[in-house]
């Protein structure tokens, strides 16, 4: 696997993170995060099972700074070097970027996820200012929402979540604008 291009915003710096687009040398870390059930509480499915599942969710991430010229970051603190977690922007078939942060335990809390959620949109408002940004989470995910609200994003959506085990689960979009219906549409019946 290549690293990203050097015209692509694969390194940057916020105060106190370093961020690093994806790369196959991170799926240690990813896997032990992603399989972390602390980190799943509120989409208990979503939690990989196997280190082959993160190295092929990293590849495709990878892949995207390729492609895209953006993507999701591996986050690690400046002072220290530790390992925070993985977030940036991603492009999703719906046409829009897809905001995600994910931290491990010990780091939530301390407003790393909305330096990192900032951090995107500055990338994406730089690099595909055209493309809205948009926050796919579940409504119980109230630190999700906060953290998105935080960065500037706000709900346009709420409804059923396709596609999840509990039928009970309610979906909400949160975006930095407007979003025609097609988009909705595509985003939310993925």
Do not use: C
């Amino acid at each position: 696997m290549n690293r990203p291009s050097a015209t692509a915003p694969a390194h940057t710096d916020t105060d106190r993170l370093r961020l690093t687009a994806v790369h196959a040398d991170d799926v240690d870390e990813l896997h032990a995060l992603h399989a972390d059930e602390r980190v799943w509480t509120h989409f208990p499915s979503g939690r990989h099972t196997s280190r082959e599942q993160t190295a092929r969710q990293a590849a495709d991430f990878a892949a995207d700074w390729l492609r895209d010229g953006l993507g999701y970051w591996t986050a690690r603190r400046r002072d220290d070097g530790a390992f925070v977690g993985i977030g940036g922007v991603r492009l999703r078939p719906a046409g829009v970027l897809n905001l995600y942060y994910r931290l491990v335990p010990e780091q939530q809390g301390h407003g790393f996820a909305a330096e990192l959620g900032r951090a995107a949109l500055a990338a994406a408002a730089q690099h595909l200012p055209d493309v809205p940004v948009t926050a796919f989470l579940l409504e119980h995910n109230t630190a999700s929402r906060a953290t998105a609200e935080k960065v500037g994003l706000r709900l346009v959506w709420r409804g059923p979540d396709a596609g999840n085990p509990d039928p009970h689960a309610v979906r909400l979009v949160l975006a930095d604008r407007e979003l025609s219906d097609t988009v909705l549409g595509r985003l939310v019946e993925a």
